[in-house]
């Protein structure tokens, strides 16, 4: 392919030079079947989670609609990275030539830029939620949040377009199959999208953060203010609010967690002027921390939220129950629990509303039981 660039550990070089770097090898085997698995278990968190209707009532709707957009885009994400090695020929050509490599590129860019961003909208909704409780419940509701989401998918979408417009290029890495932002070639234009891209990702850890530790704060603060008169209030707000913070608070963790590695290698990769890829186990664990973020978001999805569990136990309710599928005994277990509360709140139901004169026979046999 004339003209079609390849990145090649130390250098780019024409990709017809390159005979052995992209054929098909054990490190390419696994990171298609992670990426298989992130999609199955993205997947499946789907069908958990576009199951549980939107809670309104409850002023959870934003981070519940978050969580409906991370798992689209950790879905996409995945099955992209699954799709793309196979697009490589051994003589590192690419199927449909450099405008498939960037229309890839660009969507699979636009997947990883625009995650950290609903998660900064999350920190900031619990944030706002428990500092500023009137104006959160007044002015900050459901189409608020899907307003800013939208802003923040068109200045990504923008912000992607810079090169095709000179700024900055896609390529192709052979070592991991997939094509995405030139970040290392040392031109002027990958220097500038990666410092603009890389800035922008280290702003949205730091906020993340700070946003996530003051949420913290403030929930404590809440809880030492509540009464003790006010018990069953405390009670419904751990069992509602309470595990869709934590939630949030997980997930903002498990991203600094895997962001940050990257983003501070590379910022000190470009200090020292190295605009070519490092290779070793640094860079390795660095870039495959990115990736792993999305399989393990529905993890915590499943553990902090008690509808989305019992949702997961409803889909293996046909397994036999056993003593390893603890899954299924817990949820068949919740189904009876359910059904004595039913019939004891229709008993009382019936009781309290049966009506007509009583005869002496029954109120005499009735004070003679009662005494």
């Keep these: 392919m004339s003209g079609f660039q390849v990145y090649n550990n130390s250098n780019f070089t024409d990709g017809v030079n390159i005979t052995t770097a992209c054929q098909w090898n054990i490190a390419k085997t696994i990171l298609t079947f992670v990426f298989a698995i992130t999609f199955l278990v993205n997947l499946f968190a789907a069908l958990v989670i576009f199951r549980i209707p939107i809670d ?17 885009l950790d879905l996409c994400q995945a099955f992209l990275m699954c799709i793309m090695p196979f697009f490589v020929s051994p003589d590192c050509g690419w199927f449909g030539g450099v405008p498939s ?6 969507i699979g860019s636009i997947l990883l830029v625009i995650s950290p961003y609903i998660v900064t909208v999350m920190s900031f909704d619990r944030l706002l939620s428990v500092w500023r409780p009137l104006y959160y419940r007044s002015h900050f509701n459901m189409s608020v949040t899907v307003k800013i989401v939208v802003c923040i998918a068109v200045f990504v979408l923008l912000q992607m377009t810079l090169p095709f417009v000179g700024v900055g290029r896609y390529m192709l890495y052979e070592g991991r199959g997939v094509c995405l932002l030139d970040m290392y070639s040392g031109d002027a234009g990958s220097i500038v999208i990666t410092s603009l891209y890389m800035g922008e990702g280290l702003v949205s850890i730091i906020l ?25 209030n405390r009670q419904a707000r751990k069992a509602n609010i309470g595990q ?3 939630m949030t608070l997980a997930i903002g963790v498990l991203y600094i967690v895997c962001y940050l590695p990257f983003v501070a290698r590379k910022f000190i990769e470009m200090v020292q002027g190295k605009h070519y890829l490092t290779t070793g186990p640094a860079a390795s664990i660095t870039f495959g921390l990115i990736f792993l973020n999305p399989l393990a978001n529905p993890i915590v ?3 902090f939220i008690r509808s989305y569990r019992s949702k997961v136990r409803h889909y293996f309710a046909w397994l036999p129950c056993r003593a390893a599928n603890c899954a299924c005994g817990a949820y068949r277990e919740d189904q009876k629990k359910k059904t004595r509360h039913q019939s004891t709140v229709s008993a009382i ?3 309290s509303t049966s009506s007509g004169p009583v005869s002496p026979n029954s109120r005499t046999s009735s004070t003679s039981f009662e005494l």
């Design 301 to 303: 999805y499943v553990a």
């Design 208 to 232: 993340v953060a700070v946003w996530s530790i003051l949420t913290v704060v403030g929930v404590k603060r809440m809880s030492s203010q509540i009464p003790q008169s006010s018990q069953m």
């Design 244 to 246: 869709f913070n934590k």
């Design 349 to 351: 139901s019936i009781t």
């Design 101 to 106: 490599c960037s229309i890839l590129g660009y």
């Design 56 to 72: 309104k009532s409850r002023k959870l709707a934003n981070v519940q609609i978050c969580v409906r957009i991370l798992n689209i």
